[in-house]
C-alpha cells in the first residue's frame, strides 16, 4: 500500500490547526471508544481518531466534504476524556466552518440566514408574533387575572427569549414560563425584534453569525436597560451565546451585560419564596435529569462551570421520588440532537447516537425524564420513541415542572388594573387590536 505523504495546506487553515497541536495526538483512541457515533453506518466508516489523523496528514479536503463532522454532536466527550485535552469539538467546528454554505446539510443554513434577514430561524413575520403573544396571552389572563406577554418593555429585570420553535408550532409550550413569571410577580420582557433563542450559527460552523446574534441581545440589554438576561434555554443556544458574547467583550469591553442561567433564575426564585411548589400533583411518579452536553460538561470545559446540582435541586423542591442515570453529570451520553442534528436531514444517524440514552432512561426505571434544553426535549419526545418502540416515558422541560407545582397567591386587584393597562398601552402602541373582555 502506498504511504501517505503530508499534504500542505493554506496558511489560514494551517494557523487555525496549530493552535489545537494534532503532534499531541496519541492515537489511543480514547475519543473514538467515547464517542457514540463510532460505529454508526452512516458515518462512512470514519470515526474520531481517523478523523484527527487524516488532519494531522493535511486531509483538509476529506474531512470537510465528509458527513462525519455534521455527525458530531458537539457533546464533549471525546475532549473530557481525552489525555491530551484537544480539543476536538472546536475542530470539528471548524471543519464545518469551511464546508461552503450551499453545501451545508439539510435547512441549517437557511435557517442562519432566515435569522440574520428577519430575527428569527424560521422567518416567522412580526405581524404574525405579535398576534401569537396577544392571542395566546388574553386567553391564559381568563385562568391567570392581569397576565399579559410584555414587548420591549423599559427597566425590565429580565429578559427572555421565545424559542422559533414554539412560536412557529410548539405554542403551549411557551406558557410554561410565562406561568412561572406571573406567580414570582416578575418585571419582565421579550423582545420585538431578533427575538430568537437558538444560535444555528454555532450548528453550521458560522463563527460570525454566532457573534451577530450575541451582539443583538447585548444591544437590546442596554437599549431597554435591562437588569438580567436569562441565557436561552437550548444547550446551543446558550453555549452559543457565551461564546459570541465573549468575543463581543473581547473586542469591547463595554459589550459585557449582566446574565443569569435558568437553573440559577428558579433556584434563586424559589429559595427566595418568590414562588410556592407543592409536591403531590406529582405524588406516586419517579423522576430522572438529563444532563445536558452544553449545560454541563462544555459549559465546564469551556467557561469553568457546569450545572450539574442546581437542576437537581430545583426537581427535588418538586417532586419525592428522584433517581439518577447512569452515568451522569460529566460522563452523560448526548441524546443525540446537538450540533443541529436534531432540525439535521440525518434522523437514523441522530437516533442511533441515541440509543445510550435511550438505554439510560430504561435502566433507571424513571417514569418522567426532566431536562433544560429545547433539542433535547424534542429528541426524547419524539425521535427515540420512534426508533425504539419501547420509550414508556414522559418528557418534561425543568420549567414546566415548576409551572405544574405552582401555587399561586391571587394578584390584588391594584396589580391586576395596573397589568391591564399597561398591557393596552402596549398592544396599542404596537398596533394590535385585542378584543375586549366582557364586563
Keep these: 500500500m502506498e504511504a501517505i505523504e503530508r499534504k500542505h495546506l493554506p496558511d489560514s487553515i494551517q494557523q487555525y490547526l496549530s493552535n489545537y497541536d494534532l503532534n499531541l495526538c496519541l492515537t489511543c483512541g480514547t475519543c ?56 476536538i469539538v472546536g475542530i470539528m467546528a471548524k471543519m464545518k466552518n469551511l464546508r461552503p454554505r450551499d453545501k451545508v446539510p439539510g435547512i441549517l443554513h437557511k435557517g442562519v440566514a432566515n435569522v440574520l434577514e428577519t430575527g428569527n430561524n424560521m422567518a416567522i413575520p412580526q405581524e404574525d408574533y405579535f398576534f401569537l403573544m396577544a392571542d395566546m396571552g388574553t386567553e391564559l389572563s381568563e385562568e391567570l387575572p392581569g397576565f399579559y406577554v410584555p414587548i420591549d418593555k423599559d427597566n425590565a429585570d429580565i429578559l427572555f427569549f421565545p424559542n422559533s420553535k414554539e412560536v412557529f408550532a410548539d405554542n403551549d409550550d411557551m406558557i410554561w414560563w410565562w406561568k412561572i413569571f406571573y406567580a414570582a410577580r416578575e418585571n419582565w420582557t421579550i423582545p420585538s425584534t431578533n427575538w430568537e433563542a437558538v444560535d444555528w450559527g454555532l450548528f453550521t460552523g458560522n463563527f460570525e453569525a454566532t457573534k451577530i446574534l450575541a451582539k443583538r441581545k447585548i444591544d437590546f440589554v442596554k437599549q431597554h436597560n435591562i437588569a438580567r438576561m436569562i441565557m436561552p434555554d437550548c444547550g446551543g443556544g446558550s453555549y452559543g451565546c457565551r461564546k459570541g458574547m465573549k468575543a463581543c467583550v473581547e473586542e469591547d469591553p ?5 446574565h443569569i442561567y435558568l437553573y440559577d433564575y428558579l433556584k434563586e426564585i424559589i429559595a427566595n419564596g418568590r414562588i410556592k411548589l407543592d409536591k403531590s400533583v406529582y405524588a406516586g411518579k419517579t423522576f430522572t435529569w438529563h444532563d445536558s452536553c452544553k449545560h454541563g460538561r462544555e459549559l465546564e470545559r469551556a467557561f469553568g462551570y457546569g450545572y450539574y446540582d442546581e437542576p437537581r435541586w430545583i426537581i427535588q423542591q418538586c417532586v419525592d421520588n428522584f433517581v439518577e442515570m447512569e452515568p451522569t453529570r460529566s460522563l452523560n451520553y448526548c441524546c443525540g440532537a446537538g450540533g443541529g442534528m436534531w432540525p439535521g436531514p440525518y434522523e437514523a444517524e441522530s437516533a442511533y447516537h441515541g440509543r445510550f440514552k435511550y438505554q439510560q432512561i430504561k435502566n433507571s426505571g424513571a417514569d418522567v425524564v426532566v431536562m433544560g434544553c429545547s433539542n433535547c ?55 394590535v387590536e385585542i378584543e375586549e373582555e366582557e364586563e
Excluded at 488532519?55 to 489525555?83: N, S, Y
Excluded at 463595554?254 to 449582566?258: E, Q, S, V
Excluded at 391594584?414 to 398596533?431: C, M, S
Design 254 to 258: 463595554n459589550n459585557k451585560i449582566n
Design 32 to 87: 473514538t471508544n467515547g464517542c457514540p457515533i463510532t460505529g454508526d453506518p452512516g458515518a462512512e466508516g470514519l470515526d474520531t481518531r481517523k478523523v484527527l489523523r487524516m488532519l494531522a496528514f493535511g486531509m483538509i479536503d476529506e474531512v470537510v466534504d465528509a458527513k462525519f463532522p455534521w455527525l458530531c454532536t458537539g457533546c464533549g466527550r471525546c475532549v473530557h476524556a481525552c489525555p491530551m485535552n484537544i480539543d
Design 377 to 431: 426535549h424534542d429528541m426524547m419526545k419524539k425521535r427515540l420513541p420512534k426508533f425504539y418502540k419501547d420509550c414508556n416515558y414522559e418528557v418534561k422541560y425543568i420549567w414546566e415542572l415548576v409551572a405544574d407545582c405552582l401555587v399561586i397567591d391571587p394578584w390584588t386587584d391594584e396589580e391586576i388594573a395596573k397589568a391591564k393597562a399597561e398591557a393596552k398601552a402596549q398592544w396599542d402602541r404596537l398596533g
